[in-house]
């Protein structure tokens, strides 16, 4: 099994078909080499909750890897003092989820990222993973971010999809 990669704005990693997929995405907010940068038409910070809320057309990006959503929001530990940087704990990203890394994608209705426990959970109606022409299909996606070990249920049809074309990855 190799791995399609989902990420986690601060740790995008893969999941798991058939010989199809690679971790392109692993690392992403891992990498302290290259900045993250967000974008969105509102951003709500909350002291009391540790938390920053960003709305409206988001855009996350750090080297070639992206995140656009609709609503994330940014769980901190501990309470910012001056310069001190704070450690991200959580994510939730929330409306339309598309996430992509040079030719691989995934998208569902909503992921979050737990930084701690080092896990993604992306979920939705259908959760879609693509590389070039090959296609997993499922609606509950579960990354472990370490080790980039990924599982797919179909939990409304009980049937995991996959299409895979012929010599698609001969070339890569």
Known sequence: MAVIGVFSLCALTGYSAAQTFSDAFAGFGSNDKEPIQIEAEELEVEDKTNSATFKGDVV???????????????????????????????????GR?????????????????????????????EVVLSQGPNVVVGNRL???????KA??????????????????????
């Open 60 to 94: 996350v990006t750090q080297g070639e890897t992206q995140l656009k959503t609709q609503k994330l929001r940014v769980f901190y530990d501990g309470s910012a003092s001056g310069t001190t940087q704070q450690k991200i704990s959580r994510l939730e990203a929330a």
């Open 97 to 125: 989820v598309y996430i992509s890394a040079k030719d691989q994608t995934a998208t569902g209705d909503e992921a979050s990222f737990d930084m701690k426990r080092e896990v993604m959970v992306m979920t939705g109606d």
């Open 142 to 148: 579960t990354v472990n971010l370490k080790t980039g």
């Open 151 to 172: 599982d797919l249920q179909a939990q409304k049809t009980g049937r995991v999809k996959v299409l895979i074309q012929p010599n698609s990855l001969d070339n890569n």
